[in-house]
């Protein structure tokens, strides 16, 4: 069973940052692309940022040269670090990842439970 967990939401002013985290457990074979989806509740979930096994990045154009991804493939771990954030990145942030746990199959796509991130004006 492969679990995400995240961490490092909360609440912060305006300006301000915030870094969150996302640990894959598990039976993990091996992780392609590991990324950030954020939703506003009663809307589509939409991407953030993704990162490729290789580092290959991929950000959405609201948040280029504020937020960046980085992931740390020995601990399964991916990284968000969110600088100058405005009130409008207020939502809940989700982990995802591409992860292969059983050899006779194609990755999954594996979901963190969210967590909240707060940016008060």
């Known amino acids: 069973q492969v679990q995400l967990v995240e961490s490092g939401g909360g609440l912060v002013q305006a300006g301000g940052s915030l870094r969150l985290s996302c640990a894959a457990s598990?039976?993990?074979?091996?992780?392609?692309?590991m990324g950030w989806y954020r939703q506003i509740p009663g809307k589509q979930r939409d991407l953030v940022a993704a990162?490729?096994?290789?580092?290959?990045?991929n950000y959405a154009d609201s948040v280029k040269g504020r937020f960046t991804i980085s992931r740390d493939n020995a601990k399964n771990t991916v990284y968000l670090q969110m600088n100058s954030l405005k009130p409008e990145d207020t939502d809940v942030y989700y982990c995802n990842g591409e992860i292969r746990d059983d050899d006779r199959y194609p990755p999954l796509n594996y979901w963190g439970q969210g967590t909240q991130v707060t940016v008060s004006s």
């Open positions: 990162i490729t096994s290789g580092g290959s990045t």
């Open positions: 598990g039976n993990i074979i091996s992780i392609t692309t």
